[in-house]
């Protein structure tokens, strides 16, 4: 079976003309997609239904764009400013199956520059050459695992002021021996804990968010930027944007790096994981409340918040749910209860870290008694003759179409 790795390379252009070409290829790719995401929007507006979002008939539209009214995106290929238009279609399928919104803006302000490539279209890629249509060669910084892979798609991005090319190559899956082995997973503030007794720790960036707070309050006291009034923002609060986004990017990496590892690791000895079916985008939701009448969980959500965003649950649960299959059980009670009797009293936790079971003595690291709790479903299961459908990143909840007249031509 044919899979897709994606390596980074960092890239080195050279002279600053294929710099500048890539800061206007992303711009032109900006452009074009504000324009179309108007135009379909007005359409929509107008009419309550579009003529046609396909991707076939915006290249079109983008073709006589080119030609007629906006003669300086030909100095751009514009077979990548016709392949970033691509989302737009994927965006109003989503749409009008139910499943978001519609297609946002990309301001200058809060979008990273970048533009996709697909090779044999418009990149080629000579040994450690990356080479654009109309920019030329660039150079690859960065090992490739897979000698002898084709590569595929790829995107070039700037990020903080370097620039980097995420090349997707065609590989051959490795199929795993199947384990036919299961385990329960408790993920908490800044650890998660196995029930085999295994505990990864999150890593600490403490400092890494001190610096991003310092920065964050740095741009907010300099002149930033007022859409509305037309307003942009100053050198000096770009300058404070850019050092805060180091520290955005250097917090990101790290988090990623250990969910990529654990998630590695669990993939090696599991086949199934069973974790708590917790809704992080209803615990992250603000507490409902105002300043005369505040809720009782505003300030102790507040500080929830910043934990489940940051140790990346979520994102932890998407990189299992790729490696192997992952269950979802009800995340009542699974703390308090004793794993090896299951007595359920609150009390039974002594700290947030201890467990003792008042009725048997059991003891033992909560997370760890929790994870056992949540592999203990499992045995519930089987013994019910119900299992329930495995999580899937790409299986969603379809729900009512947001429009019922759709026409596409
Ligand atoms: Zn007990």
Redesign the pocket.
Known sequence: METHGTIRYRIHAGTADKYQGMYGLSGACRYAWNHYVGHLREEFQAYGEIKSYRWFTLGKYFTHLRKHNCPWLQTYSSSIVRLSLKPIQTAYAKFYRGDSGLPKFKSKWNSDPSFPVYFGLNAKLNGSWLHIRKIGYLKLIGENPYENAIPKSGAVKEENGKWYAYIAYAIEAIKKPRLAKAAGLDRNDGQVALSDGRIFYAPDIERKERGQKNYQKMMARRHSPNRRQGIKPSNRCQKAKGLKRNFDFKIKHVNDNCNYGVSKTIANDYDVVYIEDLKTKNMTALGKGDAVNPDRNVKSKSGLNRVILNTGWHKLEQMLAYKMTVKKVPPHYTSQT?S??G?KDRQNRISQSKYK?L??G?SDNADINAAENILAFENKERLNGRVDSAVKPTVKHKKESNVNNLTVV
């Open positions: 004793c090896c009797c007595c079971c009725k048997c059991h």
